[in-house]
């Protein structure tokens, strides 16, 4: 859990608005303009554009539409840091972000700087009627912003981390860096815990309603919307996630070579890449090793196992002759009972076995946000929970994470569940 | 609707073997040795190939272990015409199929007639008890081997029009076909009709159960099992497919021009590969053509549109303000309603938004079969109903279908729904 | 050497024509259509193909603009059956040949019969005045033709043996096949013969000249000509082929290992692919087999190695601390000492390190055939000699054929030379 | 023409080295280490990769095997930074080196410091007897090194301007860059210049003998020797380049659409990547613009034009129905008649005809380096000169510089010949 003291301590959006942005520069701590540069694949992004990216989200979908004393910045960044807003314009392309050695990391300091002052002004001006009109749309937008930052918070972690894979000399964060610890310990499994948590059959109440007008209350992502009804049969979801040792036992059993666990898909891609064990796993002399941010170290067999597919995650259910649990199955433990559980939200994210789709009923937000999250559901698969790199104050039970079945750079593990 | 007069007029297994299996003959009438040996695309296959793999099945799945006294044909032929079951051995690759000019057509007739002979031995043979025996597990395989042949009857024609759409000269099937009309002309869409008709919220049963025990009276793939309850919202379903009329008009609003309408990977693909139309449409001096198995003809508005990928049903339904239906929506309204809706089964399987996955309880028919349905439950999505390719008698409401949502060489149209 | 009596007992150009023409027909001998329609890479076309473009070659390049009374029999065949001359039009692309089921087999005979009767009477038709205006061109265009016919009768070969490689079963010629015993047994090596053969330094001519106006004298291509001086170092050049026991030496030596042998480009193919041997051949416990058109055999060791790339050529001749060849040097020994090496032209075809360039004062042949040598010279190295596929009247000293660096599937063998 | 002062004032190797070595790092004036770190392509290399690379150069192949005092800086640098050479062990795959953002900018200065301090101590110690013994051979891997930090200067500068050429706000080289103006200014052709300058038919020595004996005296690399006799027929060569404005020609004539100026190779390539100019030309608003390390630019007519692939410098010289030179003919001109010729080493490198191949009698330099240029002779073509971007000393009338034929980013410009 990287985080900071948000909600309690904090009684103005622009003291939020400060505490969120700083944020993404502590996580920086101890790097190099090299570091914040390089682009370790398509599906990853340069830290450096990160940081410029979330600046140019609140210029653009805030400052640019609602301040009309606002001065855009610089206009060559609307091609450069969109990201993916067709209704705002073309982007640069995803693959060839690296190659933006310039605007300087400086330059984007200053562009940081820039876009901070005139958010708060911005922000310190606004009077509760503005924040509220249009059913709280702007005080949505503003909430929505804030999220979107500090899920680039984690993306820098684990871009940063994918980068690192490719070093032989295993990088390390530096030692002056403000998360270095929790970033790298995971809590060990507990031998003495129940197992399993029963569930009956049943009608339950699935997400959030109407999350825009009670923003301020409780934000959500549309995606999370409408509140519905879901019918549930009977199940039980394991209380600990899978560790380390549970999966190096799978490994030895010849997981990786025996076919019958692998969805067709998986089977393929293990097959023609000679795929072992996880991504960042490495055997030396009959030892299984991972890299993380400490650098190459043994593997901790009583941490739970981590940057895991949906593919591995899959096979793993079925050698285990259990199962991946629905996002909605998740959902009704997470809110019900989450005290019987560990690791819900601060140690990995947990693959279910839902394809990302839309809620019943589902609208995107109105504007150029309603590219945020709908156009990106398919083939994807819903993850649920949290991890340690995961902003504390930017995760509830309802929400839904999603990423491709073979992505593997994220803080993703392995939460079983059973029908009974 | 290419069929049969099968299960009223046949009492017997032998009887309906033979039918079946002539068929998948009679659907290649006129076609040379080389229509039959080239392969369009990875996801296709020769048609010859398809003559011999559906013999393998019978031969894998029914002869050698159930006949004791079967001697397999060739033992090369596990390799060659095995598809995906990797519970029975490797497989030669998919892609190359196409390069297997032996063993010879001729040879694939004599292999088809060797196993045929044994099937009609051993069904002949075989009592009831055995039949009946292990809860049905015997005649269901042989129902099971029966769709299956019947699944890839249709193959050899989506194959074959997706590898004629690549000659110039715009191939046709022979006048003799026996289907040729049949496979050609869709019902048009009727003006008068009722637009669409509503369902009420509530729980409903999906799906069927125990479908081994229960073969002999209604056959049904594992994947249709068990059933279920689902809860749904209230909802519309259209009465009519979308025709080719109604496309024309996304097209000519620009449709494949903005991305507001497709989702993020569809948009990337219609980019990528400049798509401006379906794939077997053509537009020449500003009038559109279609590619079929008459021959290249002028796009007959009336029909259904056909030959679409779930992209491009998406974007529709987007531009229209609908969406498409759930699968457990499909299935609700074909078996309380059927008589409401216009090619439910005949005309064009139609997409819905459900990505291909488990039902609660799903468990994989056992033994080698298992490979059939559950290892594709990935990245696909649904398609209902059926088409004019599909044998009458293999289709059911709550029969799923499934395909990548780039595939564009099934019989695949339209038919959106909304909520109310 | 597959080959027909031609230049002596041939006293006419008609009688010439239906004996190479004759000879395309017989090579297929024994093939289905399915063998003559399957395409197995880019590389290499079906055969069903070559049949049809040779006969596209004589009729645009000699009846359409020559003959006023010519009708042409399909003008599709204009798109389907080009190769490669822009000059004519744009081409079917060539990977996809292999998808033209149509025309039919029969329908290209037809096309065969009707371009054949159409030369035929043309030919007899022409005048000695006609056939040798314009400096002999119209005589040198009919024997660009035959040689044309030619080359592709040894691709017929060459693809048809390659297609057959893909498959488990091990295909071979029908025992009718006119070549059978010709294409598949090679001349054994000798262990009694003189080793190398030296030349002196010095100027030599190199190519041919005008060959045009001497086409019925003695046929070249293009880029065989002008006639140049080359000045050489003294060499020595192998009186025999390297053996498949030398090769084995090679193997057996770690050649595959060890980069010091190779070109970088060729270490990079060899590493990524992981090659480990010739194309053709299989080793099987410990036992070295070869792909033949007589089906899967024992390496005959005392064979020339074939299908050789370029890449293995080269390796090879360092291991061996000799080198390959230049394309002159070879040309001086095989004009001036012939009868001292074994193997010349009716074995294998002979790298030689010269990338296949212009000869100085190099002037390609007006007209649309232009296009026939001269845009290949780039990044193709040349062959010398002939091979037991080659049509024994279609080669001579000067001929030089060229590959591309990697290409194997050609009947390329070694042979060595030294400086002195 | 990047140069320092070097042979003539320069009397000690120790100075040189310094001199040589301080040069690169002037090449990177006012850059970041963004800017440093970047990789556009696989075929470049991240400017910090140089800096290590060329640092491990003079580590690897003179004070590792040569200075029996000398204390590796870090072992894992032979796998980071050693570039091509198998002899000395693997490699880190190329196209990922600009994932390497540790060792840091400032540890790779550190590393250089470190080596350069060895190398003065080093240099500074040796006695004659030492430099000259076999046959000088390490005086000669000492120039060898010195030329090939050299090669690294110019290729610092092409990889830099790829690598910005891939930023839509063309960035600039900073205003302090030592070689700002030399970089950005070819100079104007002049229109009152002689055309051509004939040389008549005849024997021609080529290249140099000996090489490493005579290192102190005139460097050159193996790929140079051994001198040998060559026969010329008689030619014209062009006494200036070919001009911004000559393309200009070539394009607005249809250059770029018509196949019959294109090898077929090249002609693919282009109607593929639908190319219509050179690689750093745009066409904004119908004028031409190109970029340059002084940002984007109105194209100069009168500069020679630049970044030409040999595909391109090809096509131009059939349009002009002219050609290119042979490396041969080249040389010829510059050894006896530079006077005549503009341009000859100081503008840019100047495409030839010529494959890049071994001289008759080629051997490699012995030991390691051995695999410097000759692993390489295979699909490239030479080119002559040098550009704006060679150091001065670096070059002569021998050197071969060679890249593959569709390679734009090198300083490559078009002399044009005639055979007469």
Redesign the interface.
């Known amino acids: 859990m990287i985080d900071i003291e948000l909600s309690q301590s904090v009684n103005s959006l622009v003291s939020q608005f400060k505490l969120i942005r700083q944020q993404s520069l502590n996580l920086c701590s101890g790097l190099?303009?090299?570091?914040?540069?390089?682009q370790?694949m398509s599906d990853a992004s340069p830290l450096?554009w990160h940081l410029a990216h979330t600046t140019w989200a609140f210029e653009s979908f805030l400052l640019k539409p609602l301040d009309k004393s606002y001065k855009q910045y610089n206009a060559?960044y609307d091609?450069?840091f969109n990201s993916?807003y067709?209704?705002i314009g073309k982007q640069?392309p995803r693959p060839?972000r690296?190659?933006?050695?310039?605007?300087?990391?400086d330059e984007i300091i200053n562009y940081r700087q820039y876009v901070d002052n005139a958010m708060c002004v911005w922000l310190d001006n606004l009077t509760t009627d503005q924040l509220t009109a249009n059913k709280n749309q702007i005080e949505y937008l503003i909430q929505l912003c804030f999220n979107h930052e500090q899920q680039h918070q984690e993306l820098i972690l684990t871009d940063l981390k994918h980068?690192f894979s490719?070093?032989?000399?295993s990088?390390s964060l530096s030692t002056k860096h403000p998360f270095k610890d929790q970033l790298t310990t995971l809590s060990n499994n507990e031998a003495a815990m129940e197992q399993s948590v029963s569930f009956s059959a049943g009608?339950y109440f699935i997400g959030q309603n109407e999350a825009p007008s009670q923003a301020g209350i409780g934000f959500c992502f549309d995606n999370e919307t409408p509140a519905?009804?879901?019918?549930?049969?009977s199940f039980k979801l394991d209380t600990q996630l899978v560790s380390n040792a549970d999966y190096v036992a799978f490994i030895e059993d010849g997981g990786y070579s025996k076919?019958?666990f692998?969805?067709?898909?998986?089977?393929q891609l293990i097959q023609s890449e000679n795929r072992q064990m996880p991504l960042y796993w490495r055997k030396i002399q009959h030892q299984f090793y991972e890299h993380s941010l400490l650098g190459l170290r043994k593997l901790p067999l009583a941490h739970p196992v981590s940057h895991i597919s949906y593919f591995e995650a899959n096979a793993y259910a079925n050698w285990k002759q259990k199962r991946l649990p629905t996002e909605q199955e998740w959902e009704v433990a997470a809110i019900t009972q989450p005290e019987q559980f560990r690791g819900l939200y601060n140690q990995l994210w947990q693959w279910t076995?839902?394809?990302y789709?839309?809620y019943?009923?589902f609208k995107p937000t109105q504007g150029v946000v309603?590219e945020y999250n709908g156009?990106?559901?398919?083939?994807q698969y819903v993850l649920r929970g949290g991890s340690i790199a995961t902003p504390q104050h930017h995760i509830r039970a309802t929400y839904r994470n999603f990423f491709a079945?073979s992505a593997q750079w994220q803080y993703s593990g392995i939460r079983l569940a059973e029908?009974i």
Do not use: I, V
């Not at 190099?32 to 390089?38: G, I, L, N």
């Not at 519905?228 to 049969?233: A, D, F, G, P, R």
């Open positions: 190099s303009e090299a570091d914040m540069q390089a370790s450096k060559d091609y450069l993916y067709n209704g640069y060839m690296g190659l933006l050695t310039r605007p300087s990391f980068l490719f070093n032989p000399q990088p009608l519905h009804q879901y019918y549930l049969e076919s019958e692998w969805l067709s898909e998986a089977w076995s839902s394809s789709s839309a019943p009923g309603s156009k990106f559901m398919l083939n079945p029908s």
